[in-house]
């Protein structure tokens, strides 16, 4: 694999040959990481386009609860959680940026490797009505909502509050924004009804 041979090159003292194989395999990642993305969008285009828009959360859910469950019951701290999801945007190709502030941590992909990629690549793979599995916005692109049913709903479910607050994208190159609350009875109410909850940690 080239990053096998970044490895070998880096042992035997080949610098610029291991950072221009590092190039190469960044390229190729992408071609590789984009061609994911896409196949993902024609598969919720043809699932999501086949069943009332009502049943999609349905088919997000019963993908993402055990996942959402075994997240909480592996989490040992807030800022655990923020590493686990920065590194995998990090590996999904976004640029990401931490910010630390008295109550939280604000996190932004600009733009997410993956949604952001959708609404630009197929933008009709949107939700025509709002939903509280939908933070009660209409147009969300198919592909977010899995960010509001696996991180937020589900997790509210089952332990009271989300893993993190979502401020999903409405455009191609709006960052998409996580904001990861130190303490869950700082998460404002507002996070809460806007997907269907009350808030019960004060």
Not at 39 to 65: C, H, M, N, T, W
Not at 94 to 104: F, H
Not at 149 to 173: F, K, Q
Request: charged share 25%; glycine share 4%.
């Amino acid at each position: 694999s080239t990053w096998d041979l970044v490895r070998q090159a880096l042992e035997m003292g080949e610098t610029g040959e291991a950072l221009a194989l590092i190039d190469e395999g960044l390229a190729e990642n992408r071609i590789v990481h984009h061609n994911l993305v896409s196949a993902i969008g024609s598969y919720l285009d043809y699932i999501f386009s086949s069943i009332p828009e009502e049943d999609i959360e349905k088919v997000l859910r019963q993908r993402y609860y055990p996942i959402a469950r075994d997240t909480i019951s592996s989490q040992t701290s807030v800022e655990e959680t923020l590493r686990i999801f920065v590194r995998y945007q990090r590996a999904n190709l976004s640029k990401v940026t931490v910010v630390e502030e008295p109550d939280r941590y604000v996190v932004t992909y600009s733009p997410c490797g993956s949604g952001a990629l959708l609404m630009r690549t197929m933008p009709a793979l949107r939700l025509k009505k709002a939903y509280p599995w939908s933070w009660n916005r209409s147009g969300v692109p198919y592909y977010c909502l899995h960010c509001c049913i696996g991180w937020e709903i589900i997790p509210t479910e089952l332990r009271g509050y989300p893993l993190y607050v979502h401020s999903a994208p409405e455009r191609p190159d709006d960052p998409c924004i996580q904001l990861h609350y130190k303490k869950p009875e700082s998460i404002p109410e507002e996070y809460f009804i806007r997907i269907g909850k009350t808030k019960t940690i004060k």
